[in-house]
């Protein structure tokens, strides 16, 4: 079965920088949409930014011009770099990748990232 998996996660300070890596084990990676997203304990898993196939990309309004989300089709490998951290950016984040046309959807098991002073 297909696995993803997050690595990169830790603890920031506000106005630091993090860089969070998925791997994703799909020979078909070009079909795939590669999605982040965040949870808090007791809330619901909220959209932070996306990339298509063609390495568009679109944010969420809370982390527009400090994440950047890229993806590198040679290694099958999704980053989504996070600059300028903000204490509200404590979360447990997890990637997806996902492809209408193959009806799949994917999901990695989440790396937690602190944002403390």
């Known amino acids: 079965q297909v696995q993803l998996a997050e690595s990169g996660g830790g603890l920031g300070q506000p106005g630091g920088s993090l860089r969070l890596s998925c791997t994703v084990p799909?020979?078909?990676?070009?079909?795939?949409?590669i999605g982040w997203y965040r949870q808090t304990p007791g809330a619901q898993r909220e959209f932070v930014a996306q990339?298509?196939?063609?390495?568009?990309?679109n944010y969420a309004d809370s982390v527009k011009g400090r994440f950047t989300a890229s993806r590198d089709r040679f290694t099958n490998t999704a980053s989504l770099q996070m600059d300028n951290l903000k204490p509200e950016d404590t979360a447990v984040y997890f990637c997806?990748?996902?492809?209408?046309?193959?009806?799949?959807?994917?999901w990695g098991q989440g790396t937690q990232v602190t944002v403390s002073s």
């Open positions: 997806k990748a996902n492809s209408e046309r193959r009806g799949s959807v994917f």
């Open positions: 799909i020979i078909a990676f070009t079909d795939y949409i």
């Open positions: 990339i298509s196939p063609t390495a568009t990309a």
